[in-house]
């Protein structure tokens, strides 16, 4: 009786040392898959800040042209203004002039 409680305990070792080599391999899949999804998460994560980069990039270049653009536009009304004041200077003193 010893000898088959003996075996019966030795058994239930084995099983339980087999169960747990079995986690631990199984454990060990686990966490390479998790390895894995974690560097394409990762990947991921460097795409999207490069193109969040570089849209910030264009925005930034667009809102540059626009504050050119802008300037150009007020230089131009300037040179207007002052074409047309000097149109108006010329013409009274031609207007005086021809007068007397």
């Given at each position: 009786?010893?000898?088959?409680?003996?075996?019966?305990?030795?058994?239930?070792k084995?099983?339980?040392?087999?169960?747990?080599?079995?986690?631990?391999?199984?454990?060990?899949?686990?966490?390479?898959?998790?390895?894995?999804?974690?560097?394409?998460?990762?990947?991921?994560?460097?795409?999207?800040?490069?193109?969040?980069e570089?849209?910030?990039?264009?925005?930034?270049?667009?809102?540059?042209?626009?504050?050119v653009?802008?300037?150009?536009?007020?230089?131009?009304?300037?040179?207007?203004?002052?074409?047309?004041?000097?149109?108006?200077?010329?013409?009274?003193?031609?207007?005086?002039?021809?007068?007397?």
């Amino acid at each position: 009786m010893d000898k088959q409680t003996s075996d019966q305990g030795l058994r239930k070792k084995e099983v339980t040392h087999v169960r747990e080599v079995g986690r631990e391999e199984r454990l060990a899949e686990y966490r390479q898959q998790e390895e894995k999804t974690m560097e394409m998460l990762k990947e991921v994560a460097k795409q999207r800040k490069a193109l969040y980069e570089d849209e910030n990039r264009q925005q930034q270049k667009y809102r540059e042209a626009e504050e050119v653009l802008r300037q150009a536009v007020e230089e131009r009304e300037m040179v207007l203004a002052r074409s047309t004041s000097i149109r108006s200077v010329v013409g009274a003193y031609y207007k005086n002039y021809h007068s007397l």
